[in-house]
């Protein structure tokens, strides 16, 4: 299994994808900077977590035109599991890969917790690995999190079982205290129409080890990797 | 020719900004406001000397680039 990570300048997340690829996987991910205009083989692309360029203009939106970003869209288009956390979704959407925006938290503050997400629909090759309604743990870490979509796109992405994840109590109850960006209906992720292309805020990455304080990332990328996770 | 662009947030998406800058005016004792928008500002200095063309070019801007138009709405005016 190959796996690839783009690495924009601003990119912060990139080597913390490549300990949790690397360990799934069991090959190292190839590092592609966003200048290159030809991506390796790979069976997932992630766009990884950070500030790239700085989130000049709006977060995402010079990544988004990068060289290897029109790559990642044409291989997205055929069907290459491709997985945007954080800055990674809000490339995503900048892209058009996956609709809706990711607008400043209502509550103005940088969010950095962890919280618990509610997996929406196990049926895809990123979330196979866990059941549905299950309450899983992940950090989030995000000034520009709060997902907005017209109602229309909203109402589509629910009948069409493309939410990932919502934010949830501890009880796994998506109730508006447990949201901690104002995103519309709780979203924490979404998928593409296809559902090759997952955008995400939380960080899977980041409790993808026991050594980090748990592995609820983790069955992600087992997954992806092809591997029965329990 | 000077192009200036004005971006906001579409009426109906939540601007966090504007209700933080609107209760800090409040809490200044600023009375009346109604309500407040933030947004951005961008000034272009283009070689196009023609105005339709040069905002035809800045509009094909705004819809590349500049406004994110899911979310925002972008006035253009020429100097």
Redesign the interface.
Known sequence: MLSAIIVFPGSNCDRDVQVALKQSFGTAPRMVWHAETELPAADLIVVPGGFSYGDY??AG?MAA?APAMREVSKLAQKGVPVLGICNGFQIL??SNLL???L??????RFVCRDVYLSVENPDTVFTRGYSVGQCVRMPIAHHDG?Y???LETLDCLSSEGRIAFKYCDDKGIASEVANPN?SARNIAGIFNERKNVLGMMPHPERLADPALGGIDGRAMFEALAGKVFS | MKIEVHIT?KNG??D??GK?IERALGSLGFEGINDVRHG?FIELELSETNKERAKAQAEDMCRK??A?T??EDYRIDIR
Do not use: D, T
């Open positions: 203009l709006r939106s035109l959407c900048e609709p809706g925006a607008i400043r938290n209502s509550g103005l709060n907005v979509a017209p104002g | 947030l998406v939540l966090p900004q933080a951005k680039l500049l994110n899911v979310i």
